[in-house]
């Protein structure tokens, strides 16, 4: 099945600070090194753009690190390049990832005139717990930024929000709930913490420290999360994020859908045609982007080396095997589910022979449901999604 739209990510590495639990690809840098950084970035989204100048992109997302950290004519001068160089859907949802504290008078024009979704970084409503997270905000910082955007006039925010963090408790935790939902947002996603190899965090939590709700006590997190945020007029659309009527967020449905989507920026991951590749984590490299001297879809044969060494590293080309899980296991992230039809349409054959027998499994275990035309995951599903998703892959290296 041939889809012409897809979604874009634009990652931008910089932030404040690193906070303490953090493993993704961001670390701190000088101005100079973010202009450089930038016109790296308009060679690639030149170069890649010669290559579906026939498909129309949905949504923009802008992620980090922090890309507020960045000067606003960088982020300017990026979203200029994307609606010159690629065909963008007058419609499209552009989502710039923010945290509080660093609404500078400077991005004003950028956050009202050039994106038109703002999705805040506030993680937490008690300042202990953000400080133990090494966040740069307090609680308050997090109000005036949010309030600051609403009368700048910014009509679609997000707020990000972490569960089960060190010495967090369920009062803690439902204070911060509370006052997220207090400010009405559009959307609240509500992420739990995972302690991840390498960070500040992995090194305290083999120490023994900080100490962390146990799994019970994350599981009644969610039921809270799932009870509070409906009474306030969010539905769960997702395992992780709640939005008013009409407010999800098209983008992620992009990944949880299996639609394609083009990542562009410092180690971004992309799916596009059935084949996943990204771009070298290594800043250094990246920035000899900026020496391509060769007009767009007309490189030279030593500039086109460096593309494929730069901008196309893990090169996978997926098995019908491979989609067919990631449609499984992803789309089972969303309330909806999947349907029979969609799979039927995409694999050109019917659901109930390649996974009939681990779906009825999983029903009489009370882990899945029966929807109208598909199946869903029940609450204690979602409560152990990981191990129920695992089932849905298949063991088989065919068209490989």
């Avoid at 950084?37 to 922090?66: M, N, P, Q």
């Avoid at 990832?97 to 409503?125: C, K, W, Y």
């Avoid at 509500?190 to 302690?195: A, E, K």
């Avoid at 491979?322 to 909806?336: Q, V």
Wanted: some cysteine; hydrophobic content about 35%.
């Amino acid at each position: 099945m041939k889809n012409n739209s897809f979604g874009l990510y634009i990652h931008m590495p910089f932030c404040v600070r690193k906070c303490s639990y953090c493993d993704f690809l961001s670390f701190s840098a000088d101005d100079d090194v973010k202009t450089s950084y930038t016109e790296a970035l308009l060679r690639e989204i030149e170069v890649r753009a010669s290559l579906y100048r026939d498909r129309t992109i949905t949504s923009v997302f802008i992620g980090g690190g922090t890309p507020t950290a960045m000067p606003a004519s960088c982020l300017r001068k990026v979203m200029a390049a994307v609606r010159r160089s690629f065909t963008l859907c007058p419609e499209a949802e552009i989502t710039v990832e923010m945290n509080p504290g660093t609404d500078h008078p400077s991005l004003e024009a950028f956050l009202t005139e050039d994106v038109n979704r703002i999705s805040l970084g506030m993680q937490s409503f008690d300042d202990s717990e953000l400080a133990a997270l090494g966040r740069i905000h307090t609680a308050e910082m997090s109000r005036d930024t949010y309030d600051h955007l609403r009368r700048l006039g910014v009509e679609n925010i997000n707020i990000d929000l972490m569960a089960a963090l060190p010495h967090q408790t369920r009062r803690s935790f439902e204070h911060t709930l509370r006052a997220a939902a207090a400010l009405r947002p559009e959307h609240i996603s509500v992420y739990s913490l995972i302690i991840e190899e390498g960070t500040p965090f992995a090194r305290l939590y083999r120490e023994g420290e900080p100490p962390l709700p146990d799994e019970e006590t994350e599981r009644e997190m969610d039921a809270l999360t799932e009870r509070i945020l409906s009474e306030a007029g969010y539905h769960r659309y997702e395992i992780s994020n709640y939005a008013r009527d009409g407010r999800e967020c098209r983008h992620n449905r992009l990944y949880w859908e299996c639609r394609d989507y083009l990542g562009i920026g410092l180690g971004a991951a992309s799916l596009m045609d059935g084949c996943r590749f990204s771009v070298t984590e290594s800043l250094d490299d990246y920035l000899t982007l900026t020496e391509l001297t060769g007009s767009a879809g007309r490189l030279l044969s030593a500039e086109k080396e460096i593309w494929d060494k730069l901008l196309m590293t893990g090169r996978e080309r997926l098995s019908r095997y491979d989609r067919m899980a990631e449609f499984m296991f992803l789309g089972l992230r969303l309330t909806e589910g999947i349907t029979e039809a969609e799979f039927r349409e995409r694999f050109d054959t019917d659901l109930d022979d390649i996974y009939g027998a681990v779906i009825r499994r999983h029903i009489r275990s009370g882990l899945m449901r029966r929807t109208p035309g598909g199946y869903a995951l029940t609450g204690r599903g979602r409560d152990i999604s990981n191990t129920v998703m695992a089932d849905f892959i298949i063991d088989n290296d065919e068209e490989r």
